[in-house]
């Protein structure tokens, strides 16, 4: 894989992770959020299907070897509907 390119855990598709969306396990409290800190980090794909795949398998949870709290999931809900809503 080339430099800043990352894979989504849902779908496996290689993206550059720019436009992928970053949720993190910061190091040391074990605090799980959305695209800033430091610690074990996970992408998932722009796509409403990447992100329901992943909530229903637990991909997320299974990458980041933790519990991913509710809240996350409708903020990258949100995220997408924007998105959707003002593409690029």
Not at 1 to 16: E, F, G, K
Not at 41 to 47: E, F, I, K, P, T
């Amino acid at each position: 894989m080339q430099p800043n390119y990352r894979r989504c855990v849902s779908c496996r598709q290689v993206a550059h992770r720019q436009d992928l969306l970053r949720v993190v396990r910061t190091y040391p409290t074990g605090t799980v959020q959305l695209n800033q800190g430091a610690g074990r980090s996970a992408y998932l794909c722009c796509q409403v299907a990447c992100l329901n795949s992943a909530q229903k398998k637990n991909r997320l949870g299974r990458s980041l070897k933790t519990s991913i709290p509710n809240d996350i999931y409708r903020q990258l809900e949100q995220i997408l509907k924007e998105a959707i809503q003002s593409p690029e």
